[in-house]
T-cell receptor, first 117, second 109 residues
Framework: GAGVSQSPSNKVTEKGKDVELRCDPI?????LYWYRQSLGQGLEFLIY????????KSGLPSDRFSAERTGGSVSTLTIQRTQQEDSAVYLC???????????????FGSGTRLTVV | GQNIDQPTEMTATEGAIVQINCTYQ??????LFWYQQHAGEAPTFLSY????GLEEKGRFSSFLSRSKGYSYLLLKELQMKDSASYLC??????????FGSGTKLNVKP
């Protein structure tokens, strides 16, 4: 696609439920990143993919968080048993390749605003 | 992460010049980006510095001193639309960036 697409744009869920957030990167971009941004805070790195592999999962806050990427394209971030502290905007970004961030920067999607009530 | 520090908020007048500073931990540094983020929107790329010196791009310029762990973003001829948060992001390896908390810039008429 022309840009990074994320869905849903907004999600309200009850505490304890599982949620899935989807990211569709720019076509041909091999590197994909998940960040989250809590209200008034900076971006917190969660995980990045190179192709379908996730060389760096160091930012995932707990084992309730997992992510996968299939076909080198769409990625899904899953949060199990959601907690109120999971409420944040989840941003996805892609670049042509990991080295490409120096030439292109990240292209971010518009994010998914997750609210856990 | 990585002690990336920026002022929380700044206010400046339309038409003026403003400098937003960013300091970071120097060990393992690879590169530094600046992003602009309007409220409720995704960050957009502004500039990128790897070597020391000033990179100029229209009304925006970004400076880097690797030895001092210091960068600044300079915005000239401020416009009301420049009211946004400005995020400093630093790479310590070749696959991801750590972001500062951002500087909220308020431009007054």
């Amino acid at each position: 696609g022309a840009g990074v697409s994320q869905s849903p744009s907004n999600k309200v869920t009850e505490k304890g439920k599982d949620v899935e957030l989807r990211c569709d990167p720019i076509s041909g971009h091999t590197a994909l990143y998940w960040y989250r941004q809590s209200l008034g805070q900076g971006l917190e790195f969660l995980i990045y993919f190179q192709g379908n592999s996730a060389p760096d999962k160091s930012g995932l806050p707990s084992d309730r968080f997992s992510a996968e990427r299939t076909g080198g394209s769409v990625s899904t971030l899953t949060i199990q048993r959601t907690q109120q502290e999971d409420s944040a905007v989840y941003l996805c970004a892609s670049t042509p390749r990991t080295g490409g961030i120096y030439n292109y920067g990240y292209t971010f999607g518009s994010g998914t605003r997750l609210t856990v009530v | 992460g990585q002690n990336i520090d920026q002022p929380t908020e700044m206010t400046a007048t339309e038409g003026a010049i403003v400098q937003i500073n960013c300091t970071y931990q120097t060990s393992g540094f690879n590169g530094l980006f600046w992003y602009q983020q309007h409220a409720g929107e995704a960050p957009t790329f502004l500039s990128y510095n790897v070597l020391d010196g000033l990179e100029e791009k229209g009304r925006f310029s970004s400076f880097l001193s690797r030895s001092k762990g210091y960068s600044y973003l300079l915005l000239k001829e401020l416009q009301m639309k420049d009211s946004a948060s400005y995020l400093c992001a630093v790479s310590y390896n070749f696959n991801k960036f750590y972001f500062g908390s951002g500087t909220k810039l308020n431009v007054k008429p």
